[in-house]
């Protein structure tokens, strides 16, 4: 893509960092599932992380039971925030949707940070009114209890559709996949008609992730944060 340019950046600081490097590697895995990894990013996330424990705080005190409906809780606006960090992040996911759609436009659906604290996990779900989704794994949490448990807190895929989730017989889930493992600063885009979920999480610091749904043109309606279209 021409947009794929190292001089196209973010300045953080003293450092312009580039919207997409040339030395990027896509990794695609069946079912029209990719990733890339953004080591850079998780080298300079600490005020964004802080940015948003702040605002999950205040969140969680004045609807303390949203986090255990929602399986972690939401921040939205996260344009608001004023950060560059998230900026870079957010110009990365708009061009790896452009690129493995082969679209021209990257219109957002929804887009949250979702910050989950111990016992806290999301339940089996897709995404009606996007094409397709992607997830950001801006913080792992507890890196100690994920040595204890290889699956805590991951990003992971059970669908049918999915071939490396029916080893056994086609159509038939006997198994999960999870693209990201414990890749740092991991960005996923997959259908959003497929059925995904995280792990339950167990730590003593939050993990965080961003996640968008994106669609090449805006779909009608407002969006309802049960999956619903009004």
Request: charged residues 25%.
């Amino acid at each position: 893509m021409s947009d794929h340019r190292e001089s196209d950046g973010v300045w953080i600081g003293p450092v312009k960092y580039p919207l997409w490097r040339d030395d990027t590697v896509v990794s695609r895995y069946p079912g029209d599932i990719s990733m890339i990894e953004n080591p850079e990013i998780d080298k300079i996330k600490a005020p964004f992380v802080d940015t948003l424990l702040e605002r999950d705080a205040v969140l969680r005190a004045e609807s303390p039971l949203n986090s255990l409906a929602e399986g972690g809780q939401k921040i939205r606006d996260l344009d608001k925030l004023g950060s560059p960090i998230f900026e870079l992040i957010n110009a990365r996911a708009m061009l790896l949707f452009r690129s493995e759609m082969g679209a021209e436009t990257a219109v957002v659906d929804d887009c949250w940070a979702n910050v989950m604290h111990d016992g806290e996990w999301t339940f089996p779900h897709s995404h009606k009114r996007s094409t397709a989704s992607i997830v950001y794994a801006l913080d792992p949490g507890d890196e100690e209890a994920g040595k204890q448990e290889p699956l805590n807190g991951n990003l992971m895929f059970s669908d049918p559709r999915l071939p490396q989730c029916c080893p056994g017989k086609p159509n038939y889930v006997s198994s999960f996949f999870r693209p990201t493992g414990d890749i740092p600063a991991a960005m996923v885009i997959f259908p959003s008609f497929i059925t995904h979920l995280v792990s339950p999480y167990h730590g003593k610091r939050p993990r965080i992730s961003i996640a968008w749904n994106l669609n090449k043109e805006a779909v009608p309606g407002e969006v309802r944060h049960d999956g619903l279209v009004e």
